[in-house]
């Protein structure tokens, strides 16, 4: 996934039917209706949105949701289409009939806050004016504009983006050198040869090794540096510091927000590090540490974690443990085709080689997993329950 390529956006629109199957789900005391416009790139589409209405469903609550997913989208490049169209992401946002809106922050270019400037990327066509790409004021301009119908209601959710496996980046540079020189040699076009180097993908036994030496806290419990003057330079904008200092800023900006319990992050970072702690200590057999997530450098295998990146938005979203949840959806590779999809009269894309091995959700492994949920949103400083207070 390359940040510096501007594609199109997918916008898709789902109201799921229920999938039967699976552990039997308690319906919650209180059903509630949540209609939720989502932002961001394939780390929001490894929690398939579009399975989410079907989550809500099996606990007693209705859901619609529509996302803009973008391949290696920052905010500000969701922004920026609000100017370059405004009759298409802006517009539903602006005129849509919203509860929520969710906002994946994503990459060290933008800076938290304070980047002004004409471009982003060298590559870029810049902009008629100087712009502040940063995070704070391309979730802001989000968050504006949604808030600009529905200024007493509508609730803002930060998506939390976790950080990249080190290791799989380099290896796979050299399989795909390796590749490149094995394929030219048997006559394939360059054409040929890209497209199927650029498709190729670690298998898991590949990846093992880069798993087992993966030290996740680390990663993730790293200090955000900034580089003002070279931002793609910076470090660890995938971190608990750089997400809790945007949450932050945003509370700052936005107190009327925080104390009506409207503003809240969904914390994937903090939710990995919990689980990443009991599985190192042997509580789930076979899952060595949460680096047994990864499908590659950043994306997550089908099943169990991708189940965990909707159970967390759930629980944040309907403010309710997640163990109320029929899984069963997220448990059968064949329910990610996109042909599947059509057959559940989803409009939706779902990007196949992100997929992985899948990773079975079990009622233990569902039972650890809910439970860890629900500690973390429960206490987190920023994720507003009405428990906490």
Same mark, same amino acid.
């Not at 080689?353 to 079990?362: N, Q, R, V």
């Given at each position: 996934m390359r940040a510096n390529v501007l594609l199109a956006v997918l916008a898709v629109m789902a109201v799921l039917p229920g999938v039967a199957g699976g552990q039997e789900a308690a319906a919650a005391a209180e059903p509630r209706k %949540? &209609?939720? %416009?989502?932002f961001g790139n394939s780390f929001l589409e490894n929690s398939v949105p579009w399975?989410?209405?079907?989550?809500?469903?099996?606990?007693?609550h209705e859901m619609r949701v529509q996302t803009y997913l973008g391949p290696g989208w920052q905010i500000w490049m969701h922004v920026d289409t609000f100017y370059r169209n405004p009759?298409? &992401?802006? @517009? *539903?946002?602006?005129?849509?009939?919203?509860?929520?809106?969710? %906002?994946?922050?994503?990459? *060290?270019?933008?800076?938290?806050?304070?980047?002004?400037? @004409?471009?982003?990327?060298?590559?870029?066509?810049?902009?008629?004016?100087?712009?502040d790409v940063s995070d704070l004021a391309s979730a802001s301009a989000i968050i504006d504009t949604f808030l /600009?119908?529905?200024?007493?209601?509508?609730?803002?959710? %930060?998506?939390?983006?976790?950080?990249?496996?080190?290791?799989?980046?380099?290896?796979? @540079?050299?399989?795909?050198?390796? *590749?490149?020189k094995s394929l030219e040699a048997g006559g394939l076009s360059r054409e040929e040869v890209l497209k199927t180097i650029r498709e190729r993908k670690p298998t898991l036994e590949e990846m093992l090794p880069i798993m087992r030496r993966f030290d996740y806290a680390a990663a993730w419990l790293a200090k955000y540096e900034g580089n003002d003057e070279v931002p793609w330079m910076s470090r660890n904008a995938h971190s608990r510091d750089y997400v809790w200092k945007l949450m932050d800023e945003l509370k700052a900006k936005y107190p009327k927000l925080w104390e009506e319990r409207?503003?809240?992050l969904i914390p994937n970072g903090d939710v990995f590090l919990a689980i990443d702690a009991k599985l190192r200590a042997g509580a789930m057999p076979g899952v060595e540490n949460v680096g047994f997530f990864y499908r590659d450098g950043g994306h997550v295998r089908a099943g169990l974690p991708r189940y965990t990146l909707a159970a967390t938005c759930f629980a944040v979203m309907f403010e309710q443990h997640p163990e109320v949840l029929?899984?069963?959806?997220?448990?059968?590779?064949?329910?990610? /085709?996109?042909?599947?999809?059509?057959?559940? @009269?989803?409009?939706?894309?779902?990007?196949?080689?992100?997929?992985g091995e899948l990773l079975e959700i079990t009622p233990e492994r569902a039972k650890l997993v809910?439970?860890?949920?629900?500690?973390?949103? *429960?206490?987190?400083?920023?994720?507003?329950?009405?428990?906490?207070?």
């Amino acid at each position: 996934m390359r940040a510096n390529v501007l594609l199109a956006v997918l916008a898709v629109m789902a109201v799921l039917p229920g999938v039967a199957g699976g552990q039997e789900a308690a319906a919650a005391a209180e059903p509630r209706k %949540i &209609a939720a %416009i989502y932002f961001g790139n394939s780390f929001l589409e490894n929690s398939v949105p579009w399975f989410h209405p079907i989550l809500a469903k099996s606990a007693g609550h209705e859901m619609r949701v529509q996302t803009y997913l973008g391949p290696g989208w920052q905010i500000w490049m969701h922004v920026d289409t609000f100017y370059r169209n405004p009759d298409g &992401a802006r @517009r *539903s946002l602006a005129e849509g009939d919203w509860d929520a809106v969710v %906002i994946q922050h994503f990459g *060290s270019h933008p800076l938290l806050k304070n980047n002004v400037r @004409r471009t982003v990327f060298h590559n870029q066509e810049p902009f008629p004016e100087p712009r502040d790409v940063s995070d704070l004021a391309s979730a802001s301009a989000i968050i504006d504009t949604f808030l /600009s119908r529905h200024p007493d209601r509508g609730r803002v959710f %930060i998506y939390n983006s976790w950080p990249g496996m080190p290791g799989v980046e380099d290896f796979m @540079r050299r399989v795909r050198e390796e *590749s490149q020189k094995s394929l030219e040699a048997g006559g394939l076009s360059r054409e040929e040869v890209l497209k199927t180097i650029r498709e190729r993908k670690p298998t898991l036994e590949e990846m093992l090794p880069i798993m087992r030496r993966f030290d996740y806290a680390a990663a993730w419990l790293a200090k955000y540096e900034g580089n003002d003057e070279v931002p793609w330079m910076s470090r660890n904008a995938h971190s608990r510091d750089y997400v809790w200092k945007l949450m932050d800023e945003l509370k700052a900006k936005y107190p009327k927000l925080w104390e009506e319990r409207r503003l809240a992050l969904i914390p994937n970072g903090d939710v990995f590090l919990a689980i990443d702690a009991k599985l190192r200590a042997g509580a789930m057999p076979g899952v060595e540490n949460v680096g047994f997530f990864y499908r590659d450098g950043g994306h997550v295998r089908a099943g169990l974690p991708r189940y965990t990146l909707a159970a967390t938005c759930f629980a944040v979203m309907f403010e309710q443990h997640p163990e109320v949840l029929d899984y069963a959806i997220y448990n059968k590779l064949e329910n990610y /085709s996109n042909e599947r999809l059509r057959e559940m @009269r989803v409009v939706g894309y779902i990007h196949q080689p992100d997929l992985g091995e899948l990773l079975e959700i079990t009622p233990e492994r569902a039972k650890l997993v809910n439970d860890t949920i629900w500690d973390v949103v *429960s206490n987190h400083p920023h994720t507003n329950l009405r428990r906490q207070r």
